[in-house]
C-alpha cells in the first residue's frame, strides 16, 4: 500500500488528465464552428439579373418600323436601345456605325429608368446620323449604356435583316416618271379612247302626291240648363 503522497499525485493525475480530455473536446468544437464559419463566410452570392433584347420580326422591308422588346432588370437612367451593323464589334460601340437609337423609354429627349419595354425605331433618329430609311442589310438590336465611347454593351438580339422582299412581300417600285411632252398628249388620247365617258344619272319626274281634304272638327250636341223655378215672395 501507498503512501499517502503518491496516492495525492496519483488522483492529481487522474484529475489532470480528464481536464485535460474535456479541454480537447471544447478544443475541437471550436475548432468546428471556426471552420463553419469560414466556409460560410467564402461562399459569394451573386445577384442574376435578367437582361434580353429581341426584334419582333427577323426581316423587315425596306422603311418598315422596327419593334424591339427587352428586360433590363439592372437598369440605369442613361441606358438606351439602338442598331448596329450585325458584324459590329461589341467591344466597340461608337457613334460612327451607330444607326439608331433612342433612351429605353422610347425617346431621345428624355431618360428614364425602365426595367422592360417595347419601342419602336421609326422615324426618329439624331440628326447627327440621318440612317432613316435603314438601307438593305443585316443588323443587330444593342441593350447599352452610355458613359463615353466606346459604349458598354449589355446584350444584343441576333442579327435581323432589311430587304427589298420579306416573306414574299415585295415593295412595290415607284413609278417612273414621264420626261416627253408628247408622251404625255398620246397618254391623253389613249386614255380619252380607253376611259369612258360617265353615263348621265337617270332623272325621275317628281311625283306629286294628292293632298288629303282637312277633317271635320267634331260637333257636340248643345246642352240645355234647367230653368229654375221662381222664389216665392
Known sequence: ????????????????SKSSFSLSVGAVAMLLLSSMVVVIKAQSYEL????????????Y???EPIYINF????WKTDDWVGIYPAN???NDLTLSTLKMWVWTCGSQDRQCKVEYATVKLESLRDARLNNWPL????YMAVLGRNGGEPYTHIVNSAAFTVENSCNGITLSPNPSPVSNDDDDDDDDD???ESTPSPLPLQTRAPVTEPTPPPLPLPTRAPVTEPTPSPLPL
Open 1 to 16: 500500500m501507498g503512501s499517502p503522497h503518491k496516492k495525492y499525485n496519483k488522483n492529481n493525475k487522474i484529475n489532470m
Open 48 to 59: 442574376i439579373y435578367e437582361q434580353s433584347i429581341r426584334t419582333n420580326k427577323k426581316c
Open 61 to 63: 422591308l425596306r422603311g
Open 71 to 74: 428586360i433590363n432588370q439592372d
Open 88 to 90: 459590329t464589334r461589341l
Open 135 to 138: 438601307r438593305d442589310g443585316k
Open 190 to 192: 389613249d386614255n380619252d
